[in-house]
């Protein structure tokens, strides 16, 4: 099976505006490029497509070596599944979708391994850190709040076999101060 990890990425200068109380515009930048290539770096050794709006974005993935696809305009949900459906026609079987806040990432290519659909919820059992899916699925993408009972609800729907793997690693993100904890984070 051909598989290839598709990042969303936001504007380094708009990210983690909900960590403004403790750190500053140039602070979280940095946070967020630094989780970001810790994602890039998981996902050796498959290919990496970072999705994103944001000229500084894409250059600072070329100059990480991953691809980009370009998605403006189109919110984190058009833009993920516009980056599945352009990555099914360049001959990917599946995409590993995973966020690029994710400090303690380490591999994701066991996901390339699953068959059906695989989700990676937050620690919190809310959000979902990382979705793997064949590209022909269909699947769509509803991130934001509550994002993992939809995205259940839509493996249901696809017809695929599916499952919730919690991983403590792919599952910590960084959305709100608290998340700014674990000693292994360093940038």
């Not at 999705?51 to 500084?56: H, L, Q, R, T």
């Not at 059906?116 to 022909?136: K, Q």
């Not at 994002?147 to 910590?172: N, Y």
Request: proline share 6%.
């Amino acid at each position: 099976m051909k598989a290839a990890v598709a990042v969303p990425v936001k504007a380094f200068a708009q990210a983690k505006m909900r960590l403004s109380p403790v750190l500053g515009p140039a602070e979280r930048a940095a946070l967020a490029a630094g989780m970001a290539e810790r994602v890039l770096s998981a996902a050796s050794p498959l290919p990496v497509y970072v999705v994103c709006d944001d000229s500084g974005v894409a250059s600072w993935a070329a100059a990480h070596g991953a691809r980009v696809i370009s998605t403006p305009g189109l919110g984190l949900n058009g833009a993920v599944t516009e980056a599945v459906t352009r990555l099914g026609t360049l001959g990917y079987d599946r995409v590993i979708v995973a966020h690029g806040d994710l400090p303690l990432a380490t591999k994701l290519a066991w996901l390339a391994e699953a068959e059906g659909i695989t989700l990676v919820p937050d620690r919190r059992e809310d959000g979902t850190n990382v979705i793997s899916v064949p590209s022909a699925s269909g699947f769509r993408f509803a991130y934001g709040p509550g994002s993992l009972h939809r995205h259940m609800d839509e493996a249901r729907r696809t017809g695929l076999d599916w499952r919730v793997v919690r991983d403590r690693q792919l599952g910590w993100d960084v959305d709100i101060p608290s998340d700014i904890v674990p000693a292994e984070i360093t940038w």
